[in-house]
Each structure stands twice: as structure tokens, then as C-alpha cells.
Nanobody, 127 residues
Framework: QVQLVESGGGLVQAGGSLRLSCAAS????????MGWFRQAPGKAREFVAA????????FHADSVKGRFTISRDNAKNMVYLQMNSLKPEDAALYYC????????????????????WGQGTQVTVSS
């Protein structure tokens, strides 16, 4: 089992920044690809960003490219999402997710790739 706990959400004005953090525990963190997803009320959960187990490869959704950056620190069992130039449409519940790299079957942009999920942290952006 992998336990994931997100933090760092909150209320920010449009154009502002937030840094989300996800603390992982339970298994060897460096074996897991990590992803961030978000879900706004009435909408499906959508991919935001992912980082490979080693941290050498990252993916970002087109909607956040150039504004959001995913990173990880395997020594601290942490993954981060730096969010800049926030827009009202970025408001959502943000989830951290983990995928065992030894048995990956789906694209990291798909929620089906991930076996473990956190409870989410709320991001609200005022216009």
C-alpha cells in the first residue's frame, strides 16, 4: 500500500501562485510514477501533470503547460506541483496519484494507470 497526502491548496487571486505538495509513505517511493489530476464540480477528473519514477521525464497537460511544473524529491518521498499564473478555470480539487513503474500498463496521462490516490486538496481561484 502507498499512502498519499496532499497539501498546499487554498484561495488565491487570478494570476497568483500556489505550490501543492504530496507526501508519500508505505512503499519505495522511487518505484512509482507520480501524477496530479484535478476535478472541478460537475466535471470529469482530468490529467494535469506526471513525472516518471526517476524524475527524468515529465508530462504536462496542454492547458497548464508553461504555467505549472511537476517535480519530485525521491529522498524526501515528495512530489510537488508549482502552479503559476493561476486562472479561475484552474479551480478544482487536486489529487496526487501513484503508479507502480514495474507494472505500468497505461499512459501516465490516464487515470487508469494509477493504483493509489490521495484525498485531494482544494484550489480556489478568484477572478
Amino acid at each position: 500500500q502507498v499512502q498519499l497526502v496532499e497539501s498546499g491548496g487554498g484561495l488565491v487571486q487570478a494570476g497568483g501562485s500556489l505550490r501543492l505538495s504530496c507526501a508519500a509513505s508505505g512503499r519505495t517511493f522511487s518505484n512509482y510514477h507520480m501524477g496530479w489530476f484535478r476535478q472541478a464540480p460537475g466535471k470529469a477528473r482530468e490529467f494535469v501533470a506526471a513525472v516518471s519514477a526517476s524524475g527524468g521525464v515529465t508530462f504536462h497537460a496542454d492547458s497548464v503547460k508553461g504555467r505549472f511544473t511537476i517535480s519530485r524529491d525521491n529522498a524526501k518521498n515528495m512530489v510537488y506541483l508549482q502552479m503559476n499564473s493561476l486562472k479561475p478555470e484552474d479551480a478544482a480539487l487536486y489529487y496526487c496519484a501513484a503508479d507502480d513503474s514495474r507494472s505500468t500498463r497505461y499512459s501516465l496521462q490516464s487515470e487508469y494507470a494509477y493504483e493509489y490516490w490521495g484525498q485531494g486538496t482544494q484550489v480556489t481561484v478568484s477572478s
